[in-house]
Each structure stands twice: as C-alpha cells, then as structure tokens.
C-alpha cells in the first residue's frame, strides 16, 4: 500500500516528474489558482498524498501542513472537509504530531466537532485521538470536547449510524487531459494509448484512485482501509468522457463489503466530432453505416413533432457495441438497448444531466433519441415523467 523512496526513484526515472515536484505543482495551483473547484481538486488531491508516509518530508518541505491548518478557517465546507482530512492522515507521525500542536492545532481541529458536515467531524475526532500526549490529554479531555463527542455519538445523524446495506453514494467527473497527463507524470506511465493517440484514454489505475477518493471521504468514509479489491475494465474511458463512480455498501461485518461502478457518458461535442471525422474517412473507403447510438435531449433543444433535427449536442451521448439492421426493427431495437441503458440510472438522472448539458434549465423534460446505420437522431418519444431544473450544473427543485 505504502511506497519507499527508492521504488519511487526507480519507478520515476531520471527524465521523469518525481513525487516532490508533482506535489509542488499542486501547491503551486492551489494558491494561484481562482477557481472554486480546482481548489477542492487540488485540496483533495493533496490530502490523499498526505495518507503515504513516503511523502511527509515533501510536504513539511512544501508548507502542505501549514496549507491544511490555514484552510481549516474557510467559509468552504469542501476545502475544511479535505483540510482536515489532510491533517487526520498524517498527525500519527510524530513530527507532524508536534507541527500541528505548535500550531494552535486542537483548538482548530476542536471547532469542527459542530460542524454540520459528517465527514469532516469524523476526521476531526479521529484528528485530536492522534494528537493525545500527556501534555495535551488535559485539553483535548476537556469538558467542552467532551460534550461536543457526546453530542455526535448520540446523534441520529451520525453517519456511522447510517451506513447500512443498500447506503449508496455516486460522483461525476470530467476526465480531462490534464488529468491523464498529471497522472501519466506521477506514474511515469507514458504509454502512447494515454498520451498520444488519437483519443487518448484514462488510466485504469487513475479511475480506481477516484474510486479511492469516495471510499475514504464519503462512503464508508474517513478511516475507511481497503483490504481486497477486483477490478475489470470491459471498456476504455477516453479523454473528455463524463463518468459517474458510485459506491454501495452490500453487508456491515468487521469488514465493510462493497460493490462500485464506473459509468462513462461520452463527452457530447468532442465525440461528435470524432464520429464526422471518422465516418467521413469510412465514406470514402467504404461507405459503411454507422452503428447504434443513444442521446438524451433536453425539450428545450427540439420542437416536439416536428421531423427536424434537435439543436446542439445530445445532453449524454452512448454508443452501444452492438449494430443492428438497418430497417425500422433495427431502430426499435437500438431504441430498446438504449432504453435499458438510461432506464438503470433513472435515479442519479437530475445530477447526471445537469452536470452533463453544459447550460441552465427550467422545467425541461428529457428524450431519448437514437442513430441507427444513419446519421440522423430519431425521436423515440420516450422521457420520464418529471420535468428537470438545472443551474450553475446543479440541479435543484424545480418552481410550481
């Protein structure tokens, strides 16, 4: 689980991106960037690195622990969340022990046992059971923090008390290029497939570390330790493709089992233009007919009864692996593998849709729309029965 200097030396190479100089960009990032959500990427990014021993001297050369401390006062949950997270993964050392406790650690960390968010209260007392000594035991045991432990071991919201069989959580994510290339620089993985390649594709081991990133922030949640794993990749995740990681639990024991899936919804637009480049190039070799696609547009996007086309980019795109006949039976058969598709994850489509279509909405419904040997969308008419309000890529309650 863990990595030692010199397999990290060995596995980087002399050209390569070494451990110090990637968590160096990410502090770098962390401060210059503007955006809300690269800060939490980035947070995030660098609590994780905090879990590995092998790190800790980058990270007290890199200010990492003074970056986590500071954070603990934003107005972002998010950031407090990773902040503390951070702080919770490498306090067992003794070194960063002392750092965190020189620097008014227990009463940051102390604050947080009333925040509203689960997570980070769970980290921040694990946090302060590391940082009892005998000089601090009086503090950390005082009645104060004594009340607030007593308080979350009695709430019924305490997330322990909620985790249960059938307890899910799912995420969306963007792969993107720098992703795959941040990664690629990290591993020193610079197979061509990933980084040179007409549609470059994800590592499979940087999709199972997004996967890691919700075992141990979200479900189960901070402590979380995996000690078995089975993964399989029946298809690539390309570069600009959408995925939805989602984790259940199936049965509490001393050991948590749980099963976890990685739903890719190819990127709209890049795709589109990847399919008109590759069919203008079957064209002329051959002119053969394009498979079975699936789209979802939103009712803002078409006049419904009309024979034309919908506006713009599907708002989730799919290719099915199988091809089908070319006549009305094939379409309704692509119109039925489809439907099995998006009819399975009907119940994340809010999040799903408003995280994919890339604009805001009001009361739009959504339709299923099919390619089948030719590229024109065909309307199945086919839309669940709610109507879907998005904004800023989030949904919310849509007005009466």
Not at 90 to 104: A, K
Not at 171 to 193: C, G, M, S, W
Not at 305 to 329: M, R, Y
Request: net charge positive; glycine share 6%.
């Amino acid at each position: 689980m863990f990595s030692r200097k010199e397999q990290l030396i060995q596995r980087t190479g002399k050209s390569g991106v070494g451990r110090r100089s990637f968590l160096n960009l990410l502090v770098t990032e962390f401060h210059g960037t503007k955006s809300r959500d690269g800060k939490e990427q980035v947070l995030a990014n660098l609590a994780n690195f905090a879990y590995d021993p092998v790190n800790y001297d980058y990270l007290r050369e890199l200010k990492v622990i003074k970056l986590f401390l500071e954070t603990l006062s934003e107005n972002n949950k998010i950031l407090v969340r990773f902040a503390v997270g951070g702080i919770c993964n490498l306090c067992s050392d003794p070194e960063n022990r002392e750092y965190v406790l020189r620097n008014q650690g227990i009463p940051l960390v102390s604050s947080l046992l009333s925040s509203p968010d689960e997570e980070t209260v769970l980290s921040a007392i694990t946090t302060l059971m590391f940082l009892i000594t005998p000089p601090t035991k009086p503090e950390i045991a005082s009645p104060q923090i004594i009340n607030c432990m007593i308080n979350v071991e009695t709430s019924q919201k305490s997330i322990v008390s909620n985790i249960k069989p059938g307890s899910r959580v799912s995420i969306l994510r963007v792969i993107t290029k720098e992703d795959v290339h941040a990664f690629a620089q990290l591993t020193n993985d610079y197979n061509p497939i990933h980084v040179n390649s007409e549609r470059n594709i994800a590592h499979g081991a940087f999709l199972n570390g997004l996967l890691s990133g919700i075992l141990g922030t979200k479900l189960p949640g901070p402590g979380t330790l995996v000690v078995d794993q089975v993964l399989r990749f029946p298809k690539p995740c390309f570069v600009g493709d959408t995925v939805e990681l989602s984790v259940e639990i199936v049965s509490m024991r001393a050991i948590i089992s749980i099963v976890f899936l990685c739903i890719i919804f190819t990127n709209a637009l890049e795709n589109k233009q990847m399919r008109e480049k590759n069919l203008t190039k079957e064209t002329k070799k051959s002119h053969l007919p394009i498979g079975c696609y699936c789209g979802v547009f939103m009712s803002g996007q078409f006049k419904k009864g009309s024979k034309e086309q919908p506006n713009g980019n599907p708002a989730l795109l799919q290719e099915h692996s199988e091809t089908f006949p070319c006549n009305p039976v094939g379409n309704k058969i692509c119109i039925n593998r489809c439907l099995e598709i998006f009819v399975k994850h009907l119940p994340n489509s809010q999040a799903i849709l408003c995280g994919s279509m890339g604009r805001d909405c009001v009361k739009e419904r959504a339709y299923l729309f099919v390619k089948n040997c030719k590229d024109v969308w065909i309307n199945s008419n086919l839309s669940p029965s709610r109507e879907y309000c998005c904004k800023d890529g989030n949904p919310y309650k849509c007005p009466p």
